[in-house]
């Protein structure tokens, strides 16, 4: 299957600090990505959907500056939670999407302290 | 409301034995499903599909059935493994248009 990558894989960033998660498509051109979140013991929760060269598309309740979306390329796209707390620690995962099929990147585990 | 619905949280089978994971669903343009399996601290991995025109498609040990008319699909795993503890997500798709999830059943492997 495709390949996706997740950088850092592991961050840990002090309270009101902002802090910068890349995912890109290794071996192809993804036109939408995702980014999704999951608490622990939870499910996935769809976070935005990030189009090449367009804004990004937030989910009801994702806070649109907080979570800054970036789609410069059609092999990257980048995640930026602005101004973190402690509540927004978590494991952040992307997929790039193919026709009938989503490729999850290996996730990013935030810690913010 | 929740296009993409598992409504077991979790479920435990013995090793050897077959697992049986469900999944509903309530759209019925949905023409594309897919099982996804998650490990802890992992993404999500692609585990096999099935298209609406089918009513079922085996990989291995993975076999996934379809039926269009209950809205309902299912994911059997036979024999059980040790290594299939995880999470596994039921998915749809209506055409090209984004993927949605279940939210996921944790799969536990009994020795």
């Known amino acids: 299957g495709a390949v996706v990558s997740q950088h850092p894989s592991w961050v840990i960033c002090k309270s009101g600090t902002s802090v910068k998660i890349e995912c890109r498509s290794l071996d192809f051109q993804a036109t939408t990505m995702f980014w999704y979140r999951q608490f622990p013991k939870q499910s996935l929760m769809l976070m935005a959907t990030?189009?090449?060269?367009?804004?990004?598309?937030?989910e009801q309740g994702v806070e649109k500056d907080k979570f800054l979306i970036n789609h410069a390329s059609l092999t990257l796209s980048t995640l930026t939670v602005t101004s973190a707390h402690p509540e927004d620690s978590s494991f952040y995962i992307c997929?790039?999407?193919?026709?009938?099929?989503?490729?999850f990147g290996p996730g990013t585990r935030l810690t913010v302290t | 409301d929740q296009q993409v619905k598992q409504n077991s949280p979790s479920l435990s089978v013995q090793e050897g034995r077959i697992s049986i994971l469900n999944c509903d669903y309530t759209?019925?343009?949905?023409?594309?499903f897919l099982w996804y399996k998650k490990y802890p601290a992992e993404g999500p991995t692609f585990l096999i599909s099935?298209?609406?025109?089918?009513d079922k498609n085996e990989d291995g040990r993975f076999t996934v059935f379809l039926n269009k008319s209950a809205k309902h699909l299912s994911l059997h795993i036979v024999p059980s493994q040790p290594g299939d503890s995880a999470v596994y997500f039921c998915a749809a798709s209506e055409g090209d248009d984004k993927i949605i999830f279940g939210k996921g059943t944790r799969l536990h492997i009994l020795p």
């Open positions: 099935i298209s609406s025109i089918k």
């Open positions: 759209n019925s343009m949905f023409d594309y």
């Open positions: 997929s790039a999407h193919r026709v009938h099929e989503q490729y």
């Open positions: 990030s189009n090449e060269g367009s804004k990004a598309t937030y």
